[in-house]
């Protein structure tokens, strides 16, 4: 599967470096693909209740209702007509991506398989919506897809008789298929809604609307393009007539040529094997799966602030349970943690500077304590021997550091950046590791582990606990948020820094760092 | 990177998106019937007659069953397949023998099928079988037609209306 994912990976990274270019960080499309989804379901949604008002629900009155919205109406009608079709499309489009791009990220098994798994009726029920919305129009399109989907529908046993024979012959059909294709139109959305609410259950504090600059820049294009290209009905169906060349829309109906080559059965067994496919893939083990997070009850307070800051929604609060006098106690559930480390990150207790205990915070990670961490950073300070000493802590999925700035800089990795707890910085400068600190992770908007970058950036600018502490000199950090082909880029900027912490003043060092620091609690 | 060059970005990226969602919307054409080809479709659904023949009750055998079961006939349920053939021009295009619906057998027979033929001049025969019979047809039609390019020639069977209906 590794296989499959890297080069689709290789390529969404590219794709959104150049869009980060262009877009602020939190508007680029490529990060916002699901709440883009979202968006583009309201304005299908909003747009369809206007054309609604005027859709006549008759098989000569449907086509005509239609082409009076397009053309006597069109400045209002015709637009919501056309936004109706092209904010569908865009919805496939986004939705397409985001499949693609959350299987490279590998985003599909583990604690996220319930996500992967609800997706797999969203994808059926937004192609139901749609394709039931083209039969609507009764135009040559809609006879086409009448009567394909009708004869794939009619290999399957359980329809008394052919509902293909509707569609053969102008008698055959009535003014009723009409009022039933409009209650699947609407009743498919509305179950398409509750799935899409079932499918962001395990998500916590999930993005359902994208940022306002990119909303309106989305907006303004489609109403551009229906003003532009306004949609367009095809000729009257005519079921005397076979119909020869069809228009179609290949976001919802590009597989349908497939049912002029293969037999309905053929197109049966793929669609079972595709989809069925797509549901059992979370079933796959995950590539690595660490141990998930355990709560140190003896150093947790209770504080909540893991079970705020777990994107995955794995921690809750549970009564104390060992008679200690705080209100609750962090529970984390195993099958839902993917071992970020951002609950490590916000927890009060992991700090540094304890003198009294050993280095234990109140949740850690079995296969990276904190204790670990320092090792690792008191590692890379003493291979820092350069006259500007930089340390770089930095993420997994991020960008890392390359050898020419190895002779003053030095990294310490960790799954997520989310990990780093503040009062690590605050320590490493005030213990003299390094002159300068350089954080760094997921570019903005597209944190691995979703918000690992949000909450490094409020926690360091003081808006989320932990924060970092006012003494430590802003100038000495900096952030830089990275794929990982933006290594080159992190050198750079490494270098620039270093340049400038050479030029400050030089800082007040705490406590000289003990020799035997590396690996040990403080005394 | 100016905040010019950054939105005339942001504006391409907009334009390649709606261009693709314009263009793909309804193009490219596809041809899903080749042209001077004509289209026929049989399709119907019927039931055959019932397996083994019907048995006429009696008047105490009447008299015994509940009043809304009084029926003159004792009929099996499960019926025959049906028989069906399709002829263009003498050569048969179609013949299948169709199994009852139903786990019991007792419902109708469908069939939906599409032929293409050639635009132009054709005798189209259709013969169908329901009984218990083995040779011959219970119902036979044929009809001489001029088909045109993209004309949808359909035959359907009502047995109430006395047999094949060529639209």
Not at chain 1, 37 to 51: D, K, L, N, R
Not at chain 1, 458 to 481: E, G, M, N, S
Not at chain 1, 485 to 495: E, M, S
């Amino acid at each position: 599967m590794m296989l499959i994912q890297k080069p689709i990976r290789a390529v969404f990274v590219r794709v959104e470096g150049l869009l980060d270019y262009v877009f602020p960080h939190a508007w680029n499309p490529l990060y916002n693909l699901g709440a883009l989804g979202f968006f583009m379901y309201w304005i299908v949604a909003v747009s369809g209740i206007y054309v609604y008002i005027f859709f006549d629900t008759g098989i000569t009155e449907a086509y005509g209702s239609i082409e009076y919205m397009t053309n006597d109406q069109w400045y209002l009608a015709g637009i919501m007509r056309s936004l109706h079709r092209y904010a569908s499309d865009a919805m496939v489009l986004f939705m397409l991506i985001h499949i693609v791009r959350e299987f490279s990220l590998d985003r599909y098994r583990g604690a996220r398989w319930f996500t992967w798994f609800t997706g797999v009726p969203i994808f059926i029920f937004v192609f139901l919506s749609g394709i039931t919305g083209y039969w609507l129009v009764w135009d040559r399109l809609a006879q086409y897809v009448a009567l394909k989907s009708t004869e794939w529908l009619d290999w399957v046993p359980i329809f008394g008789t052919s509902i293909a024979a509707n569609f053969v012959a102008p008698d055959s059909l009535d003014d009723r298929f009409f009022t039933l294709m409009i209650f699947i139109h609407i009743v498919a959305p509305l179950i398409l809604l509750l799935i899409l609410w079932i499918h962001l259950q395990r998500v916590r504090k999930p993005i359902i609307n994208p940022p306002r600059g990119l909303a309106i820049g989305m907006f303004v294009s489609l109403l551009v393009l229906s003003l532009v290209w306004p949609a367009t009905s095809q000729a009257p169906a005519d079921l005397s007539t076979v119909v020869s060349v069809v228009n179609l829309d290949w976001f919802y109906l590009g597989l349908y040529p497939l049912l002029d080559y293969w037999s309905a059965g053929s197109l049966w067994a793929a669609a079972v094997v595709v989809f069925g496919t797509f549901a059992i893939m979370p079933l796959m083990p995950p590539l690595k799966r660490s141990p998930a997070a355990e709560v140190i009850l003896e150093h947790c307070n209770g504080c909540t602030r893991c079970v705020d800051d777990c994107p995955y929604s794995a921690i809750i609060m549970r009564p104390r349970s060992d008679g200690r006098a705080f209100i609750g106690e962090a529970v984390v559930d195993p099958g839902l943690c993917v071992s970020c480390g951002i609950c490590v990150g916000s927890c009060p207790s992991a700090s540094p500077f304890r003198k009294r205990s050993d280095l234990v915070s109140g949740i850690e990670l079995p296969d990276y304590m904190l204790s670990e961490l320092r090792a690792k950073t008191c590692k890379a300070s003493d291979s820092l021997s350069g006259g500007t000493r930089i340390l770089v802590f930095g993420c997994d999925p991020g960008a890392r550091i390359g050898g020419k700035v190895a002779s003053l800089a030095a990294m310490v990795r960790m799954p997520c950046i989310g990990m780093l707890p503040p009062a690590f910085i605050d320590w490493a400068l005030s213990r003299g590791l390094a002159d300068g600190i350089v954080i760094t992770g997921c570019r903005e908007g597209n944190c691995q582990h979703r918000r690992g970058v949000d909450w490094t950036n409020a926690r360091l600018d003081r808006k989320r606990d932990p924060q970092l502490r006012r003494r430590v000199p802003r100038t000495r950090i900096l952030r830089f948020w990275a794929s990982p082909v933006d290594g080159k880029a992190l050198d750079k900027a490494i270098t620039r820094f270093a340049e400038s912490v050479s030029q400050l003043p030089e800082q007040e060092k705490g406590r000289t760092r003990k020799p035997d620091l590396v690996g040990a609690s403080d005394e | 990177m100016s905040n010019v060059i950054k939105y005339a970005g942001q504006a391409l990226v907009y334009g390649a998106i709606m261009a693709m969602l314009g263009y793909f919307a309804t193009a490219p054409a596809y041809r899903t019937f080749p042209e001077g080809y004509a289209r026929i479709t049989l399709t119907f659904s019927h039931g055959g007659k019932p397996e083994g023949g019907c048995r006429r009750r009696t008047a105490e055998e009447i008299a015994k069953l509940p009043p809304n079961m009084r029926r003159p006939f004792d009929c099996p349920r499960k019926r025959v397949p049906i028989f069906v053939q399709l002829q263009v021009d003498g050569s048969t295009v179609y013949e299948a023998s169709l199994e009852p619906a139903g786990v019991q057998g007792d419902g109708p027979a469908r069939v939906y099928k599409g032929i293409r033929v050639a635009a132009g001049p054709h005798k189209v025969t259709a013969r169908l079988r329901d009984s218990e019979r083995t040779e011959g047809f219970d119902y036979e039609r044929e009809v001489d037609v001029v088909l045109k390019p993209g004309q949808h020639f359909v035959v359907q069977f009502k047995a109430e209306a006395g047999g094949f209906i060529f639209q």
